[in-house]
């Protein structure tokens, strides 16, 4: 079979990622095309990148709802080794015979042959050919696959004269083969900066919005080059920990977490950022290693199934996360029941959990509002709605949450 692989950071996945998608399937040359969404793309690192797993999912979104009948998928395997993700290595990793069969596999795609080789396409633009020879080892990507170039009407590059050249510079003749893309061409940082989503599918616009992406990105430049470094590299880890809805939730609280920050105390940006975005790293953790984590954490403080999750947090994130400092520790401990005597911080992340842009639980207008204008009168909404609700449910309120609720003025 042979398999077209398209690499890139997708930030967002727009309508010139399906034209190409689209030319490259038409084209014959390749059966099934599989995007990888980049991890670590080492020409795009730091403030202005989409954290990896928003990416990852709203190609994955995008594919369900866009290519149900074709045969496009979408790779996690940037995610799965550690290191700066070079093309090289992503090829190198996606063609072990193990990992593609059992991708294939879990794609609907049975080989009656379980031998059967595959040949490789590596998918880009034309506008790489005259300098593709200075690709990071350029000779070892030709020899483990080849290149499925795309060119567009008018695109500039003579592409037989490219392609002869580069026959003859590599000893081994690669194997590059060309495809017509016609239709729609995109630039993802004009999508970014402009909002400009007429150039982004129905499904990718709806993902943006509801993740508020692309809104806030300069809150980045209130923190420091260390942390942008951990926020990244727990995304990637956090991928390992939690299905998509909980993670897209815990990264949202991050960077809300951030905003409010930003507002409130711009020396909380760094671990605002942190400890919202990894509050509820422990909450899909088997339940015995929660109570034990719990335990370890706060003794028999929380030993409702419910609350476990808060202090197993604090021991995750210290044990896998490099977390050491305790404010941002007790944010993480006490982000679900709160407590007497709250810091700003973990005021802070207790109502991002509440209001991320995800979550559509009740009309959270004026919640949102008084977020930024008055942050204990947003949490007495905030907790006093969720304690009508424990109550309705005939439970008890957490001796911790009474502590705080008298402490921010509700008398319940
Ligand atoms: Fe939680
Ligand atoms: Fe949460």
Redesign the pocket.
């Given at each position: 079979m042979n398999i077209g692989l398209l690499g890139g950071s997708f930030d967002p996945f727009h309508k010139g990622h399906e034209s190409l998608i689209k030319g490259a399937l038409r084209s014959g040359i390749v059966d099934v095309v599989i995007l990888i969404p980049s991890a670590r793309n080492p020409f795009k690192r730091g403030r202005g990148v989409t954290a990896a797993p928003y990416r990852f999912y709203m190609v994955k979104d995008a594919v369900e709802a866009d290519f149900k009948k074709d045969k496009v998928f979408v790779s996690d395997i940037e995610f799965t080794y550690s290191g700066t993700s070079f093309t090289l290595t992503t090829i190198r990793e996606i063609s072990k015979p193990s990992y593609i069969r059992t991708f294939l596999e879990a794609n609907g795609i049975k080989s009656s042959d379980a031998k059967e080789k595959h040949s490789f396409f590596w998918i880009t633009g034309s506008d790489v050919l005259p300098t593709f020879e200075k690709w990071r080892e350029a000779d070892k990507i030709l020899e483990l696959s080849g290149l499925l170039v795309a060119s567009r009407p008018g695109d500039g590059v003579d592409v037989k004269e490219q392609v002869g050249r580069l026959n003859s510079l590599f000893k081994d003749k690669p194997d590059i083969r060309v495809f017509d893309v016609k239709g729609f061409e995109a630039a993802s940082s004009q999508i970014r900066k402009n909002h400009d989503y007429v150039k982004v599918s129905k499904t990718v616009d709806e993902f943006i919005r509801t993740h508020n992406l692309y809104r806030e990105d300069d809150l980045f430049d209130l923190v420091s080059d260390e942390t942008i470094e951990s926020y990244y590299e727990n995304a990637i880890k956090l991928y390992r920990y939690l299905g998509q809805k909980r993670l897209l939730h815990?990264l949202n609280v991050g960077l809300l977490s951030l905003k409010y920050a930003s507002v409130y105390d711009k020396n909380l940006c760094d671990r605002a950022l942190i400890a919202g975005e990894l509050?509820?790293c422990a909450?899909e953790l088997d339940e015995t290693l929660q109570r034990e984590m719990a335990i370890e954490q706060s003794g028999d403080l929380f030993d409702e199934k419910k609350l476990l999750?808060?202090p197993a947090?604090a021991v995750l994130a210290q044990r896998e996360f490099g977390v050491t400092d305790p404010g941002v520790i007790d944010a993480i401990t006490y982000?679900?029941t709160g407590r007497g005597g709250m810091s700003l911080l973990e005021k802070i992340v207790y109502l991002a959990?509440k209001l991320e842009p995800a979550r559509t639980y009740a009309d959270l207008s004026r919640e949102r509002e008084l977020a930024v204008t008055d942050i204990d009168a947003a949490l007495r909404l905030c907790v006093g709605s969720t304690v009508n609700k424990i109550k309705s449910r005939g439970q008890d309120v957490h001796p911790l949450t009474l502590d705080f609720m008298n402490d921010i003025g509700i008398y319940g």
């Open positions: 815990t509050h509820d909450k999750h808060s947090g982000h679900t959990d």
